[in-house]
């Protein structure tokens, strides 16, 4: 797969044409391309790994090829502008009618969902709570294993944000296993019952 045919990792391009301008971007583009073509060589791999890990390693080491020390901080924001763009577009898809109640009925399954392929411990999904810490994130392990963990970054920086955009309920994540933490806290309340308990005076 190439870079410009990702819906996620294409706008990194004008990004760095922007920082860089176009001759270097294209050198750094394009090394990113070259990347990918040699990370199509790992089998037993899955599809996110393939179209969301790889591109973001591929990424990193391009960058930090032409720019050393610069690529973790234009990934990371890369990462978190993303993640704001996909949050804008999961506000309206939960804003429509019944949406919030569809996605709490479903929690567990989400949460199994979630947690698939994952290490987690404290996990904990009720009627209107969800929480887990996850301890091994096979993302993060592949990454490590390819001596780039810190890519993994622009990935925890899209779910940072992207994660918020759910109407119905308040998402928190404090620690990061990509950012040396020693586990990935993720909380989820249900808002719905904190307006409910609000109003009734609880």
């Not at 790889?54 to 990424?59: D, E, K, Q, V």
């Not at 901080?73 to 949406?99: A, D, M, N, Q």
């Not at 969800?130 to 301890?135: E, F, L, R």
Request: a neutral charge; one cysteine or more; hydrophobic letters at 35%.
């Amino acid at each position: 797969m190439k870079l410009e045919r990702s819906m996620v990792f294409k706008g990194l391009q004008q990004d760095l044409i922007t920082r860089y301008g176009k001759d270097k971007a294209m050198m750094i583009w394009d090394y990113a391309n070259e990347e990918m073509l040699r990370m199509e060589t790992y089998e037993a791999v899955d599809k996110t790994t393939k179209s969301i890990l790889f591109p973001a390693i591929a990424l990193y080491k391009a960058i930090e090829r032409y720019a050393p020390g610069e690529a973790l901080g234009i990934t990371r924001e890369y990462g978190t502008k993303t993640g704001l763009r996909i949050k804008g577009i999961f506000h309206k898809v939960s804003s429509l009618p019944g949406v919030p109640t569809i996605i709490w009925k479903n929690m567990d399954k989400i949460a199994a969902r979630m947690s698939d392929g994952y290490t987690c411990r404290n996990v904990n999904v009720t009627e209107h709570e969800c929480m887990m810490d996850v301890v091994g994130c096979p993302l993060f392990d592949q990454a490590k294993e390819m001596g780039v963990p810190e890519a993994v970054q622009m990935i925890c920086s899209m779910d940072k944000q992207y994660m918020t955009g759910f109407r119905g309920l308040e998402y928190t994540r404090t620690k990061s296993l990509a950012e040396g933490d020693d586990c990935c806290d993720y909380r989820i309340v249900d808002t719905r019952e904190k307006a409910h308990n609000k109003q009734n005076g609880k």
